[in-house]
């Protein structure tokens, strides 16, 4: 069974910093696409960071920077660092990846990924 396990969310200050960790099983991270897409309040989801099989990363130009997407292929695992941290990247947090068969193609934040987590929040005061 595919799942994605997102956690390290929670609230920091203004110019800190945190690490989500998505926990995956039933696939590999190091052969898949993956991405942190994030969704504040009455806003739509925007694409944070994705890694491509390969290693190839994009990074929305509001996070380039300040937040480093990676994985660790022993652990099964991508992170999404996060520093110097500002209000507006107050938003849940989503991990999704992009497998070959099965999951849901329509969800709510994108059409390009096919698995999801359930988010953590973020929150960043000022």
């Known amino acids: 069974e595919v799942r994605l396990v997102e956690s390290g969310g929670g609230s920091v200050q203004a110019g800190g910093s945190l690490r989500l960790t998505c926990t995956v099983s039933?696939?590999?991270?190091?052969?898949?696409?993956m991405g942190w897409y994030r969704q504040a309040q009455g806003s739509e989801c925007e694409l944070v960071s994705d890694?491509?099989?390969?290693?190839?990363?994009y990074y929305a130009d509001s996070v380039k920077g300040r937040f480093t997407i990676s994985q660790d292929n022993a652990k099964n695992t991508l992170y999404l660092q996060m520093n110097s941290l500002k209000p507006e990247d107050t938003a849940v947090y989503y991990c999704?990846?992009?497998?070959?068969?099965?999951?849901?193609?329509?969800?709510?934040?994108?059409?390009?990924?096919?698995?999801w987590g359930q988010g953590t929040q973020v929150t960043v005061s000022s």
């Open positions: 999704a990846a992009r497998l070959p068969v099965g999951g849901n193609w329509r969800h709510p934040c994108s059409l390009e990924f096919n698995y």
């Open positions: 039933g696939f590999t991270v190091d052969d898949s696409d």
């Open positions: 890694i491509m099989d390969g290693g190839s990363a």
